[in-house]
T-cell receptor, first 113, second 110 residues
Framework: DTGVSQDPRHKITKRGQNVTFRCDPISEHNRLYWYRQTLGQGPEFLTYFQNEAQLEKSRLLSDRFSAERPKGSFSTLEIQRTEQGDSAMYLC???????????FGSGTRLTVV | GEDVEQSLFLSVREGDSSVINCTYTDSSSTYLYWYKQEPGAGLQLLTYIFSNMDMKQDQRLTVLLNKKDKHLSLRIADTQTGDSAIYFCAPPGDTDKLIFGTGTRLQVFP
């Protein structure tokens, strides 16, 4: 296990379709974070999990967005009825509770056409 | 609310030192981080500083922390073209998540 994996790397979808992204954290990391990054901006926090519990959700996370981490390992982020404004890089990060570093994956780039 | 500010651009000549500054409004974390992002890539942890330290040196990188003024800086000595990237300071907010500003785009020219 060499890092945080995200799948797919790229996704192009038509407006109105649903998409789902997956994040596999480093195996011993119990905390998992989702961020969204648009062009020219820094990452914006979306939500985070400690084990399977979703502890915080940003107000950026509209009701079209849902995230799960059912067994406290991998996580999925689903966007329903995608809009062009959802086009962004979606980043996942993980860490342990006492670790001093947040490890990021390479991200999933979503393009809504 | 929590906010992080950095200058948008920095341009330096290869071999010179680069200094990237950051101010933040709030951090209750034990650590403050610097991340590097190359085009189209995720974020790479560059270095971090423990919040009760004033300075940390890590090879070509020096981090200075002024906790009273909530100011953090990253100095890169002998800057190379491979250092060209966007640099983010990221103090964790009061609920454990990292807070990012727009980052500083460092351009290194020969």
């Amino acid at each position: 296990d060499t890092g945080v994996s995200q799948d797919p790397r790229h996704k192009i979808t038509k407006r109105g379709q649903n998409v789902t992204f997956r994040c596999d954290p480093i195996s011993e990391h119990n905390r998992l974070y989702w961020y969204r990054q648009t062009l020219g901006q820094g990452p914006e926090f979306l939500t985070y999990f400690q084990n399977e519990a979703q502890l915080e959700k940003s107000r950026l996370l509209s009701d079209r967005f849902s995230a799960e981490r059912p067994k406290g390992s991998f996580s999925t982020l689903e966007i329903q009825r995608t809009e062009q404004g959802d086009s962004a890089m979606y980043l996942c990060a993980s860490r342990t509770g006492t670790d001093n570093g947040y490890t990021f994956g390479s991200g999933t780039r979503l393009t809504v056409v | 609310g929590e906010d992080v500010e950095q200058s948008l651009f920095l341009s330096v000549r290869e071999g010179d030192s680069s200094v990237i500054n950051c101010t933040y409004t709030d951090s209750s974390s034990t650590y403050l981080y610097w991340y590097k992002q190359e085009p189209g890539a995720g974020l790479q942890l560059l270095t971090y500083i423990f919040s009760n330290m004033d300075m940390k040196q890590d090879q070509r990188l020096t981090v200075l922390l002024n906790k009273k003024d909530k100011h953090l800086s990253l100095r890169i000595a002998d800057t190379q073209t491979g250092d060209s990237a966007i640099y983010f300071c990221a103090p964790p907010g009061d609920t454990d998540k990292l807070i990012f500003g727009t980052g500083t785009r460092l351009q290194v020219f020969p």
